[in-house]
């Protein structure tokens, strides 16, 4: 979560040499002209989405160990409304309404 790693400077050329490519097509893809600054921010959704995907296939691979990894905790500092973030959630899952800010 949050696009945040610590891994060898090797793969993590190799990571940036996959992602910003395909994060260059996404953008080029989609018609921002209509969007919100919140919702231009997709880009950086889409990528901390990937980053599991690559990992995943680094895997399957062999070329990471899972045994060589940790996830590390974290301490989410902000303050988060709950309950908006809860009606959000159902108003963009039944009635197609998108986000329009963070939680």
């Given amino acids: 979560m949050f696009n945040m790693f610590i891994m060898p400077k090797n793969l993590a050329d190799d990571y940036c040499a996959w992602l910003f490519p395909i994060l ?27 980053l599991d995907v690559w990992i995943e296939r680094q895997l399957e691979t062999g070329r990471i160990n ?14 988060i409304n709950w309950p908006d973030k809860i009606v959000s959630f159902l108003m963009a899952k039944f009635f197609h309404k998108k986000h329009t800010h963070s939680f």
């Fill in 24 to 50: 260059g097509e996404v953008e080029a893809a989609i018609d921002k002209s209509s969007m919100n600054d919140f919702q231009r921010r997709f880009v950086g959704a889409v990528s901390e989405r990937l």
């Fill in 66 to 79: 899972r045994n060589d990894m940790a996830e590390i905790p974290y301490i989410y500092a902000r303050k």
